[in-house]
């Protein structure tokens, strides 16, 4: 049998929080909690759908290339370390240590390319 469950919900919002508040956190009004029971749902026995099911694994060797255009950082030490600058629609994380000159590198990347300024 599921468990019961006491929630308390604002009548004028309709936010949910776990215990009686005189006040609304999310709308701001007064004395509007009101304390409801739910029963939680009993774990069902279907079968879940597992992403990637029915793909099978590929040998290293198998795997076709494809050149992708690149943005040149216009800086060889990164687009040598980017695989020869940065892909289009691609994301890149500089992470370490504090003070090791994350911020100092992100300033020296030039934003003369149109595609790495940020837009306002």
């Not at 029971?37 to 099978?56: D, F, L, N, Q």
Request: aromatic share 4%; charged share 20%; with cysteine.
């Amino acid at each position: 049998m599921a468990k019961a469950k006491t929630v308390f919900f604002c009548t004028s919002c309709g936010n949910e929080y776990s215990k009686w508040l005189g006040r609304c956190p999310a709308c701001g009004e007064w004395n509007t909690m009101q304390e409801r029971t739910v029963v939680a749902a009993a774990a069902s026995s279907k079968t879940v759908a597992v992403p990637g099911e029915g793909r099978r694994p590929v040998r290293l060797k198998d795997v076709e290339m494809g050149v992708e255009d690149r943005i040149t950082l216009r800086s060889a030490e990164l687009d040598r370390i980017l695989g020869g600058g940065l892909v289009k629609g691609s994301l890149v994380l500089i992470g370490g240590e504090p003070g090791i000159g994350k911020s100092t590198l992100s300033l020296q990347i030039p934003l003369s390319n149109p595609v790495l300024k940020p837009s306002m």
